[in-house]
Every structure is written in structure tokens, then in C-alpha cells.
């Protein structure tokens, strides 16, 4: 049940925890669905031949003959500690339950100093290094440089953990290249390191980024170079977006928008936590830029468009419908470009230029006029609006969520010019949504629970002391995060949702049999010991096979980072929760008993009157 508001969960975490709550609820129903029918067959089949089969003299049956006693000796003594134990507790249940309640609110406490992160790190085995030299660099002299990097890179880390590196220098001018680069101009350079398997490796990719980090600052002091784990998760998780902290600055302004960003960028570098902060616009990248006259364009029935395409094809070339060639020996195509000579394209050159009105030539001088400048390498648009973004990484040891905090606090004094405005983008943005969105389907399944229990146990009452099961499980997942240094996250948040269902479960078992207790004419006090006794066994057993089969996935390990807080969560709900669950229940179904007596009498009754239906 607690998995049906997965349903409705949106963006990312939908995708993401969906197929989980599916396999789970369906693995669920079919496990119910043996316990009502295999399973009390065949312990009736096993139970017939155990009593009808001769005690054998086999060694191998005295020896398990001897480890099955053993085993029911430490069970019975279990039973009887826990028995006394419980009789003890439920003679103090006010101080039992402050002590729980104490314990709760320091929790809370331990929380706040629990990181919080959208999603986990994953060790992908490769990193980047994005290069940006002074603008106006030369392509060469970029790849030089780039040349040193690799080189330093193969100093750095041993050579067994290094399987390739790649290296983009420059972008192309024109085409679908130009379009997908990665870099912005002949000054910026791409090296993408690929590291051998997590497994074969001794550290981290982490450790790995800041070795090189910590020796690029020593020798390349005057570049920018910034450091980012890659992989599919990497770049899924932050949604488009080239760092997982991002500040938007949007406005129409080109000169306001690049001073506003300026301001951030300083902001940011004195953010603790936060590496390679780099504003993504550049400024200053020399261009010609063409005034045309409209009017008098307009005389010669010359347009802006116009201009434009016999400016770009004089420079670039016929590059959007080329013809083409085929070679008739191999059969390949080759398109046919064709453009003015290196020589013909200097600004004075294209002002000569001309264009066709009415089969006569107009020189280009005559109607526009063509200056040196500078402007941005790129513009970059969201919703249709410029925008100039700062992106920055976060050091190992920090989370995003208080990091996020720290810069929504220091943006709050900023001063935003006319026209513009700032957002914090990236995966804090996400991550706020994806908490809003898993929080809404907690309370949907602590409502959907505690419904369902109100149906079966006929009663508002008896549904809520089960439900204050959930509170002890969270004071045990609190801890269980902060120990492991754990950071909440949507992996955690899931831990959580499927903590309640199991320790739910636990607190139906014991609340129930005291029920059937009190319907047999036992008092509270009698019915919660017996509830206790006979119901211990089936919730250790239950609460230990979760928490033993969560053991490897909450170890961690290549590959299994990202469900590793779900696993922490879920065991350390259960080892807190199993613990206080079998007293804390018993002693507020007492009180709740006294105060609000059940009439069994009645409830008889009407079990009668739905056997008879």
C-alpha cells in the first residue's frame, strides 16, 4: 500500500522509483498470495511426516538434532528476558515515554546536521577537464597548452588506472559541428580522462580530480580550468545544465546582464564548498558587426535578411544546400562549397560586396556600414530570454541542499538591476522538487495506511498507536544517515517510505493479537504482555531478513552507490523501530485501553452479524 503515491510522483524521481514500487508491490501481492495457500499446505504435508518419520541416529541428524535444540534454548531465553523485561518497562510507561519522546526530538536535532543531496555520487570512472585560455588564443597555441595537460595528467595518476583520454580543441566554424560543440572557440579545449573500473582502482574519481586539480593550479596559474566527474548519471541528473549549481541571470541587456553576472561570479567564490566557478558567457570576442541603413536598404528593396545570407555565404560558403560530387571510383559524395579567398575577406573587402536590385549591383558600403567589435562568444536563451549563467562544481565532504542555502542567503544582497532577475538553477532546483514530490506521496501512504487499519481494526484509535511505529523509525534512520555520513536524498526519502510500510506491519502484528486477547475477556495489562510474547518472534524474524538482505546493497560499492541510502535508511529504521516497537506499543495500548475502553461485547457482535452476511 505504501507504494501506490509512487504512481503519482512527477519529473526525474518518477522515472526512477516507479519500476522499484511496481516490482515490490506486485512481488508483495504474489507473496501474499502463497502465504494463503502453498504455504499452509505444505507445513501440514512436512508436519504429518515430521510426526510419523523416526528419530534417525545418523550423525548428521544428532548434530542437527543438537544445533536446532541449541537454537530453541537461546529462543526460549529470549523470550523470557524480553517477557520480563516488557512486565518491568510497562510498569513505567510515563517514563518510557518520555524517554522515547526525548530521544525523537533529539533526532530531530541530528537531522539538521545531516547533508542533503538530490542524488547520490556515482563513481562513473571518467572526469573532465574544460580548458579556457585568454580569448583570441590560436588554436595552436590551445593545443599546446593542451599537450602539457595530458602530460601532467600521465604524471599524476598511475598509469594503470588511466584506460584513454580524449581531447577536443577549438570548434568548427560553420555546419552541424559548429552547432554541437562543445567548446566556444579556438581558446577552449575539452579533456576527458577515462579511468579504468572502481573495482581495479584503489581511491575515487574524486581523489583523483583533486590531484590533478592541486597541480594544474601550480602550473597553469593564469588559465581557467575547471573539473567535473562525467558519465550518463552525471549528466542526467543535472538536467541539461553543464555543473550542478547554476545561477541564472536574465535579462535583455547584453552590458547589464555581463555585470550582474560578474557580481555572482564573486559571490560565489566566497561560497565554502564550491570549485571551478566560472561565468559561461565571455565577453570580448572580436567581430565585425554590420549597422545596415533601413531606409535606405528599404529604396532598393533591400532586406536585413539579405544582407545577412550574402554576408554569411561570402565568408562561410553555400554551407546550407551544398552541391555535391560523387567520386565515380569509390562512390563517396563530397559537397562543393564555395566562398570568397582568404585574401577577399577583410573588412574592407566585404564592404565592397554587392547585392541585386532589379539585376543591378548594389554595393554593400552604400547602405551598411561595417565596424570591428566585440561582443559574447555565444548567446544563450531560455523561454525566449537572454540569460547569462554562473556554474560552479561542489567539493567532496558538501551537499548541495546547504550549499544551495549559503547562496540563496548571500544572492538575498544582491542589487538586481531593472529588467533582470536571478535564479538558482541546476540540481537544487530539482532536488526541491523532487523532496515536494516525495514528500506529498509519504502522506499519501501514512493516509492510505492508516485508512486501511481503520477498515480492518473497526476503530480510530488502535490505527494511531500503530502509527506511532513511524516515528521510532525515523528516529533510527536519522541516526543510521548521520553515522554513515549519509546525505538525505531521493534514494533516502524512497528508504523512508518503504521503512513505514515494514515497521507498520510490526505494530499490526502486536496490536492485533492483543484485540484477539482482550475479546477473549483479558485485560489491557494481560492482553499487551501476551501480544508482546507471542508476536516477538515474527517481528524479529521479519525486521532481520530485511535488515540482513539490505546488508550488501547498503555497503556500497561500484555500482551500487546509488541505492546505498535507501538500504541505510531501511536498516536503520528497522533496528531502532523493531527495538522500541516492542514496548512502546504495548504501553500506549494500554493507555489507550484505559482511557477509551474498546466495547468488546459489541465488536463481537458485529463480527457475528458480517460472519452471517
Known amino acids: 500500500i505504501v507504494f501506490m503515491p509512487v504512481w503519482f510522483l ?10 522499484m514500487g511496481l516490482a515490490i508491490g506486485v512481488a508483495m501481492f504474489a507473496s501474499y498470495a502463497v502465504s494463503l495457500t502453498v504455504i499452509p499446505v505444505l507445513a501440514r504435508r512436512f508436519a504429518e511426516r515430521q510426526g510419523k518419520k523416526p528419530a534417525s541416529t545418523s550423525p548428521v541428524a544428532r548434530l542437527s538434532n543438537e544445533i536446532l535444540a541449541r537454537v530453541q ?31 525523537f526530538f533529539a533526532s530531530l536535532g541530528l537531522a539538521t546536521q545531516i547533508g542533503r543531496d538530490f542524488f547520490p555520487p556515482v563513481d562513473e570512472g571518467e572526469f573532465q577537464i574544460a580548458l579556457r585560455a585568454p580569448i583570441g588564443t590560436r588554436v595552436d597555441e590551445t593545443e599546446k597548452i593542451v599537450n602539457r595537460i595530458e602530460a601532467m595528467v600521465h604524471e599524476v595518476l598511475p598509469a594503470e588506472d ?26 577552449e579545449a575539452k579533456v ?20 590533478v586539480r592541486a597541480r594544474a593550479k601550480e602550473e597553469f596559474s593564469g588559465l581557467s580550468i575547471s573539473f567535473d566527474p562525467r558519465g550518463s548519471v552525471r549528466q542526467i541528473i543535472n538536467f541539461g545544465y553543464q555543473a550542478p549549481i547554476v545561477v541564472e541571470a536574465r535579462g535583455y541587456d547584453l552590458a547589464e546582464g555581463s555585470k550582474l553576472a560578474s557580481k555572482i561570479e564573486s559571490i560565489l567564490h566566497t561560497v565554502p ?79 565592397e560586396i554587392t547585392l541585386q ?26 523561454d525566449q530570454q537572454r540569460i547569462a549563467e554562473v556554474i560552479a562544481n561542489v567539493l567532496p565532504g558538501y551537499d548541495v541542499g546547504g550549499i544551495a542555502e549559503d547562496i540563496r542567503t548571500r544572492l538575498a544582497d544582491l542589487e538586481i538591476p531593472s529588467g533582470f532577475t536571478v535564479e538558482l538553477k ?27 487499519m481503520a477498515a480492518q481494526f473497526r ?52 496490536v492485533n493479537y492483543a484485540n484477539l486477547k482482550r475479546e477473549e475477556g483479558a485485560s489491557p495489562e494481560e492482553a499487551a504482555l501476551a501480544a508482546g510474547k507471542v508476536r516477538l518472534r515474527p517481528i524479529l524474524m521479519t525486521s532481520l531478513a530485511v535488515i540482513f538482505g539490505l546488508i550488501p546493497m547498503a555497503m556500497g560499492g561500484p555500482g551500487a552507490e546509488t541505492y546505498a541510502p535507501l538500504a541505510r535508511a531501511v536498516m536503520g529504521g528497522l533496528l531502532v523501530s523493531t527495538g522500541l516497537t516492542l514496548f512502546v506499543i504495548p504501553a500506549l495500548y494500554i493507555i489507550v485501553e484505559r482511557r477509551f475502553p474498546t466495547d468488546m461485547g459489541r465488536r463481537k457482535a458485529e463480527e457475528a452479524l458480517i460472519d452471517a452476511a
Open 10 to 19: 512527477t519529473g526525474i524521481s518518477k522515472y526512477l522509483f516507479t519500476p
Open 73 to 103: 534454548r537461546l529462543l526460549d531465553r529470549t523470550d523470557a528476558r524480553y517477557a520480563a523485561a516488557l512486565e518491568a518497562t510497562l510498569k513505567r510507561k510515563k517514563t518510557l515515554l518520555l524517554g522515547v519522546s526525548l530521544a
Open 162 to 187: 588511466i584506460r584513454s583520454i580524449n581531447t577536443s580543441i577549438g570548434a568548427a566554424k560553420q555546419g552541424l559541428r559548429a552547432m554541437l560543440a562543445s567548446n566556444a572557440g579556438p581558446h
Open 192 to 211: 576527458r580522462v577515462e579511468l579504468s573500473p572502481a573495482q581495479e582502482r584503489k581511491h575515487d574519481v574524486e581523489h583523483y580530480i583533486a590531484l
Open 273 to 351: 564548498g564550491l570549485t571551478d566557478v566560472k561565468s559561461v558567457r565571455q565577453d570580448d570576442y572580436p567581430s565585425l558587426k554590420i549597422e545596415v541603413d533601413r531606409q535606405r536598404a528599404a529604396r532598393f528593396d533591400i532586406s536585413q535578411h539579405d544582407v545577412a545570407r550574402v554576408l554569411l555565404g561570402s565568408v562561410f560558403g553555400n554551407t546550407s544546400r551544398p552541391p555535391f560530387m560523387t567520386d565515380p571510383e569509390t562512390g563517396f559524395n563530397y559537397d562543393i562549397i564555395t566562398r570568397l579567398g582568404e585574401s577577399y575577406r577583410d573588412m574592407n573587402d566585404l564592404s
Open 357 to 382: 536590385h532589379k539585376e543591378k549591383p548594389v554595393l554593400l558600403r552604400s547602405i551598411a556600414n561595417i565596424r570591428r567589435s566585440v561582443g559574447p562568444v555565444a548567446l544563450e536563451r531560455r
Open 426 to 452: 541546476g540540481q537544487s532546483e530539482e532536488q526541491a522538487e523532487t523532496n515536494k514530490s516525495l514528500a506529498i506521496a509519504l502522506l499519501l501512504a501514512l493516509g492510505i495506511v492508516y485508512m486501511v
Open 459 to 510: 476503530s480510530l484509535l488502535h490505527p494511531l498507536i500503530i502509527m506511532f511505529t513511524v516515528p521510532l523509525g525515523m528516529i533510527g534512520v536519522f541516526v543510521a544517515l548521520f553515522v554513515t555520513g549519509t546525505s538525505f536524498s531521493s534514494t533516502s526519502m524512497m528508504g523512508i517510505i518503504m521503512m513505514v510500510g515494514i515497521v507498520v506491519a510490526n505494530g499490526i502484528l502486536l
